[in-house]
C-alpha cells in the first residue's frame, strides 16, 4: 500500500502562486509514476502532470511546473500567474509497478480576489 498527502492548498489572489505538496509513505518502491490532478465543481477530474514525462496540460503550461525530492519522497506542484479557472481540489496520484492507482485526500486551491 502507498499513502499519499497533499498539502499547500488554499486562498490565493489572481497572479498569485502556490506550491502544492504531495508526500508519500508506505511501498514507496513500487511506485512506478505519479502525478497531480485537479477537478472543479461540476467538473471532471482532470490530468495536470506527472513527474516521469514532466509534461503538464496545455492548459497549465508555462505557469506551472512538477517536481520532486527523493529523499523526502515528495512530489511538488509549483503553481505561477494562477488564475480563477485554477480554481479547483488537487489530487496526488501514485500509479505501481503492479498497475494499482493510489490518490492523495485532494487539497483545495481557490483563486478569487
Known amino acids: 500500500q502507498v499513502q499519499l498527502v497533499e498539502s499547500g492548498g488554499g486562498l490565493v489572489q489572481p497572479g498569485g502562486s502556490l506550491r502544492l505538496s504531495c508526500s508519500a509513505s508506505g511501498s514507496i518502491f513500487s511506485i512506478q509514476s505519479m502525478g497531480w490532478y485537479r477537478q472543479a465543481p461540476g467538473k471532471e477530474r482532470e490530468w495536470v502532470g506527472d513527474?516521469?514525462?514532466?509534461e503538464v496540460s496545455i492548459h497549465v503550461k508555462g505557469r506551472f511546473t512538477i517536481s520532486r525530492d527523493n529523499a523526502k519522497y515528495t512530489l511538488y506542484l509549483q503553481m505561477n500567474s494562477l488564475k480563477p479557472e485554477d480554481t479547483a481540489a488537487y489530487y496526488c496520484r501514485a500509479l505501481l509497478d503492479s498497475g494499482v492507482i493510489y490518490w492523495g485526500q485532494g487539497t483545495q486551491v481557490t483563486v478569487s480576489s
Open positions: 513527474i516521469t514525462s514532466g
